[in-house]
């Protein structure tokens, strides 16, 4: 009886300690995402003439390289890259920086593998609980160059055009009802504006937005 009521206890103090934990984990993340917002608009990551765009296959295929290294099974779940106060010419001329998610069932790790001019590193590998999921099929490979064009057709040269200092998020997973999806973000750093489009990997159909 009295174990029991130790038990009952130390209930509601592991409670708090779990809260506690994870309004800390949410401050974190908000505090990442601003900061990479805030020097972003500081070090534009817009290709330069020493900086050549790379196509996201060739991409692919280095990070591939350097994840396996650490890992034989590293199976791609997402490829990502950002602009910071680009102009749409730029943003079609692509990008010479990608981040890639791997993931090992054998290990349950997840890598994370950037490229930046030609160059593969891995930066990051953590155990994961849940294996997330992989991308399928080929209709990513050609690159966001598609998926930019959708972007720009369906608004968003027109925030562009209103907010030069916009930052421009790419990033490419497994939609939330399966299939490969195009999520394209535009942020404008001082005002908070936000515009965004879900675009199907595929079929280049816009998804929401």
Same mark, same amino acid.
């Given at each position: $009886?009295?174990?029991?009521? %130790?038990?009952?206890?130390?209930?509601?103090?592991?409670?708090?300690?779990?809260?506690?934990?994870? !309004?800390?984990?949410?401050?974190?993340?908000? /505090?990442?995402?601003?900061?990479?917002?805030?020097?972003?608009?500081?070090?534009?990551?817009?290709?330069?003439?020493? &900086?050549?765009? $790379?196509?996201?296959?060739?991409?692919?295929?280095?990070? &591939?390289?350097?994840?396996?290294?650490?890992? %034989?099974?590293? &199976?791609?779940?997402?490829?990502?890259?950002?602009?910071?106060?680009?102009?749409? &010419?730029?943003?079609?001329?692509?990008?010479? #920086?990608?981040?890639? =998610?791997? /993931?090992?069932?054998? #290990?349950?790790?997840?890598?994370?593998?950037?490229?930046?001019?030609?160059?593969?590193?891995?930066? #990051? @590998?953590?155990?994961?609980?849940?294996?997330?999921?992989?991308?399928?099929?080929?209709?990513? @490979?050609?690159?966001?160059?598609?998926?930019?064009?959708?972007?720009?057709?369906?608004?968003?040269?027109?925030?562009?055009?209103?907010?030069?200092?916009?930052? =421009?998020?790419?990033? !490419?997973?497994?939609?939330?009802?399966?299939?490969?999806?195009?999520?394209?973000?535009?942020?404008?750093?001082?005002?908070?504006? !936000?515009?965004?489009?879900?675009?199907?990997?595929?079929?280049?159909?816009? !998804?929401?937005?």
């Amino acid at each position: $009886m009295a174990d029991t009521d %130790k038990r009952r206890k130390w209930v509601p103090v592991v409670a708090v300690a779990a809260l506690i934990i994870d !309004l800390l984990l949410v401050g974190y993340l908000l /505090y990442v995402l601003w900061d990479r917002t805030s020097s972003s608009t500081e070090a534009p990551t817009s290709p330069t003439p020493a &900086q050549a765009p $790379m196509e996201l296959w060739d991409a692919y295929g280095q990070a &591939q390289a350097a994840a396996q290294a650490q890992a %034989k099974d590293a &199976q791609l779940v997402s490829a990502s890259t950002q602009w910071s106060a680009v102009s749409e &010419q730029a943003l079609l001329d692509g990008t010479s #920086n990608w981040s890639f =998610v791997f /993931y090992s069932p054998a #290990n349950g790790d997840s890598v994370d593998v950037v490229v930046n001019a030609g160059t593969a590193q891995v930066v #990051n @590998q953590t155990r994961v609980w849940a294996a997330p999921s992989s991308l399928a099929g080929e209709a990513w @490979q050609a690159g966001p160059r598609e998926a930019l064009l959708v972007f720009l057709a369906y608004g968003g040269r027109a925030f562009l055009d209103g907010h030069p200092q916009a930052t =421009v998020d790419v990033h !490419l997973a497994e939609g939330d009802e399966g299939g490969t999806v195009w999520t394209i973000v535009a942020l404008d750093p001082e005002d908070r504006s !936000l515009f965004s489009l879900l675009i199907d990997a595929e079929t280049r159909h816009v !998804l929401s937005g």
